[in-house]
């Protein structure tokens, strides 16, 4: 089964830009599809953004893109335009590809252990 990384978080100024990193072992991400979920102190994890039938929280659209490298089996996401509502864990996570994408987390059944993102206003 594949195991997910996350990498790239950190803390950073509002308006300002992170990549976070998601690196898969175990699998081919291409097999899988892939998705951001975040999740603040205190709230439930919520959905980010998901590849393949690229879709996107409405919260973050037009400021993250998701992407992925399948030399390196690796997925991104790109953080643009940090607001101070954006800091939370953040996490990778997949399912085999089925045909239907899902943003709910139940529907994933790997996941890596989180990235922290805070941004200061």
């Known amino acids: 089964q594949v195991q997910l990384v996350e990498s790239g978080g950190g803390l950073v100024q509002a308006g300002g830009s992170l990549r976070l990193s998601c690196a898969a072992s175990g699998g081919t991400l291409s097999s899988y599809t892939t998705g951001w979920f975040r999740q603040a102190p205190g709230k439930e994890r919520e959905f980010v953004a998901v590849?393949?039938?690229?879709e996107y929280a409405d919260s973050v659209k037009g400021r993250f893109t998701i992407s992925r490298d399948n030399g390196k089996n690796t997925v991104y996401l790109q953080m643009n335009s940090l607001k101070a509502e954006d800091t939370a864990v953040y996490y990778c996570a997949a399912y085999r590809t089925s045909g239907f994408y899902y943003i709910t987390p139940n529907r994933y059944a790997y996941w890596g252990q989180g990235t922290q993102v805070t941004v200061s206003s």
């Open positions: 590849l393949g039938r690229t």
